[in-house]
């Protein structure tokens, strides 16, 4: 059995929880048995409280001290969380490697292909295929306008735009560094989630052959 790990990146509000709800929900119609997993593996102490500061818009003292503490989670998260899992089959991640490198270049004056190159090397995590939700992110502005939920850092308007852009260039970054395929869409209307869904269970099916699925 060929085994997947497909990333789902994009900005807060992109579609990417609902995208991931549709691939697992049409995966177990058919049989096909896919985990899924988040972008982060929480197994350091030290690294989870530099990524908590991070991921509530707080730099680190250095951008090196930054990517150090982000990159040895990542490795962790290989180790303990993305191989064995995909030791049972396919597995999407929501968020991952692109979602991090823009987060560390969104607040560290570098750019954002630098972290991307840096977290590549991690070659146990890295996506078979990466799908990017472009989704305009006034729409996503207003998704997330409808939920209850506190407002997180990165969900402002100026930062999602700037954000938006960051993807754009580290999934350049991510394809010369690893040959490795990004698909852009954007998920705006149902007809984008029916083409993004059904481009996804071509990948999942190739992965798990009719006669090993349930």
């Known amino acids: 059995m060929s085994l997947v790990l497909l990333a789902l990146e994009g900005i807060a509000g992109a579609g990417k929880s609902t995208l991931r709800d549709r691939l697992l929900a049409s995966a177990a119609a058919e049989g096909i048995k896919v985990g899924h997993i988040g972008q982060f593996s929480w197994l350091s102490l030290e690294s989870t409280r530099t990524i908590i500061g991070l991921r509530a818009g707080h ?9 150090a503490a982000v ?21 999407i991640a929501d968020r991952l490697t692109l979602s991090t490198a823009c987060l560390l270049a969104v607040l560290h004056d570098r750019p954002v292909a630098d972290f ?13 295929l990466t ?7 006034e ?23 700037r954000l938006a852009e960051l993807y754009e260039v580290a999934a350049t970054s991510w394809s010369e ?18 083409l993004l869904v059904a481009a996804c269970m ?6 798990v052959p009719q006669e090993t699925r349930t």
């Open 59 to 67: 730099p680190a003292q250095d951008s090196d001290r930054a990517v």
């Open 71 to 91: 990159r040895h989670d990542l490795e962790l998260h290989a180790r303990h969380n993305l191989v064995p899992a995909r030791s049972v089959g396919p597995l």
């Open 116 to 128: 991307v190159r840096e977290l590549a090397d991690v070659r146990a995590a890295r996506a078979e």
């Open 131 to 137: 799908v990017l939700l472009n989704t305009p992110p």
């Open 139 to 161: 729409l996503c502005r207003t998704r997330l306008s409808r939920r209850s939920t506190p407002r997180r850092f990165g969900e402002d308007l100026p930062t999602a735009a």
């Open 177 to 194: 560094a690893t040959g490795l395929p990004v698909l852009r869409h954007s998920c705006a209307t149902e007809p984008d989630l029916d």
């Open 202 to 207: 071509d990948r999942l099916r190739a992965a």
